[in-house]
């Protein structure tokens, strides 16, 4: 029922967009697109997917640790594990495709149950650590900011500061989960208390070989410079432009307005994000055409995922 009401959110909102601006401008944006701009961006979803893969197969125990894993998970398996996830994202809330990705691991005999859960709940942690790193640098050097652009930064920075603080220290992870508990509905209490004991195995994990932790988040940084210069690489193939600086900071403004649980995969309220914070540079249409490219980054790893979804299917029921 809610994905329900989130797809008819996405609806609505897509529809007050196309109503008020010029749908035969937004064609004619992609019939006078560069070509090989468009092709070249687009295709940066494969290598994407690859390097996500492979972060995936390096977060595993390393061979010294075996009395943690029972198998290894080979590089191609890890790749169909991340587009399979990519096509729950696009029908579960609350990216539960991700968490589904723990149990498959668990059920094929990679990883205990707690340590999965834990190496995907690090996973999305580095996702969006660099995503904050990387939209905080922009903000503070972005040099068209009003009140509303002050207040963001200060958001994404103490969001930051937070994150790193929950990466960083136990005792302020134990805090932050129990103070949680304490003001959170029933609902999520329950799922605090998980996540929290997740945290503590990935701390456990993680801080035991710092070498390693080092590699699993210079990759993550590494992996989120190319996502925001593939949606830099999306605005040539409109023939447009706007400054790298300016899209350091507004993109992933749009990606984190995507995250909100208010509509489905993020549709709607990532694109009126794009056509407000890229005003300055781009026009409506264009704007709007963005926002459709940047929906592909998630559509086009969730078709190529579809095929690997039925190896997946009997397990995703028991789970």
Known sequence: MKRLISLAVSLLILGVIYWQIDTRGLVQVFQRSDRLWLATSLGMVIPLTLMTGWRLQQLMPHEQDKQQAASPLPFWEANRLILVACVLNMVLPSKMGDIAKAYFMRDRGHLDGSLAVSLVVFEKACDLLSLLLWCALGLVLYPQKGWIFWVMTLSVVSGLIIGLLL???????????????????????????????????????????????????????????????????????????????????????????????????????????????????????????????????????????LPFLSQYLGKLRRF
Request: with cysteine; hydrophobic share 60%; glycine share 6%.
């Open 167 to 305: 990466l960083g220290s136990r005792k302020f992870a134990q805090l932050f989960f129990r103070l949680g508990q304490l003001i959170a509905p029933k609902k999520t209490k329950a799922n605090l208390e998980a996540l929290g004991k997740a945290w503590e195995t990935m701390h456990a994990y993680f801080w035991s070989d710092r070498l390693h932790l080092l590699k699993i988040v210079s990759t993550s940084i590494l992996i989120w410079f190319f996502h925001l210069l593939q949606i830099w690489f999306f605005i040539f193939a409109l023939k447009a432009w706007a400054p790298f600086l300016a899209n350091l900071a507004l993109a992933p403004l749009a990606i984190l307005a995507g995250l909100l649980p208010l509509t489905f995969a993020g549709v709607g309220t990532r694109d009126a994000a794009i056509i407000a914070f890229y005003q300055p540079f781009l026009d409506t249409p264009t704007a709007a055409a963005l926002g459709l490219l940047c929906t592909s980054r998630y559509l086009l790893p969730a078709i190529v995922g």
